[in-house]
């Protein structure tokens, strides 16, 4: 089993950056693909990026491609988000979720476990 925790979460104003972190538990996380994934008020869970268990492989969504970098340090059991030209779209909580699947997967439901989530809020 995986616990998860977010952190890095906060406020800033558009154009501005962020790093989000997900530290494991554990000591399979390299077994792991991982996901961040965001949900805003009145919308659904969505993917935002995935890194594989190694880290050669990524993957994003077209919303965030060229703004945002997934990156994952497997000796520290930590997932990173860097998120650069914020925009007030990208309000929302931010999850990070582990898979034990061998490629990213895109779908919430393919995950197996979620951490708490952590807010972050872009002002115009």
């Known amino acids: 089993q995986v616990q998860l925790v977010e952190s890095g979460g906060g406020l800033v104003q558009a154009g501005g950056s962020l790093r989000l972190s997900c530290a494991a538990s554990?000591?399979?996380?390299?077994?792991?693909?991982m996901g961040w994934f965001r949900q805003a008020p009145g919308k659904e869970r969505e993917f935002v990026a995935g890194?594989?268990?190694?880290?050669?492989?990524?993957d994003y969504a077209d919303s965030v491609k060229g703004r945002f970098t997934i990156s994952r340090d497997n000796a520290k059991n930590t997932v990173y988000l860097q998120m650069n030209t914020l925009k007030p779209e990208d309000t929302a909580v931010y999850y990070c979720?582990?898979?034990?699947?061998?490629?990213?997967?895109?779908?919430?439901?393919?995950?197996?476990?979620w951490g708490q989530g952590t807010q972050v809020t872009v002002s115009s």
């Open positions: 890194i594989s268990r190694g880290g050669s492989n990524t």
């Open positions: 554990g000591r399979t996380f390299s077994s792991y693909t």
């Open positions: 979720a582990a898979d034990r699947s061998f490629r990213v997967e895109l779908t919430a439901s393919a995950y197996d476990y």
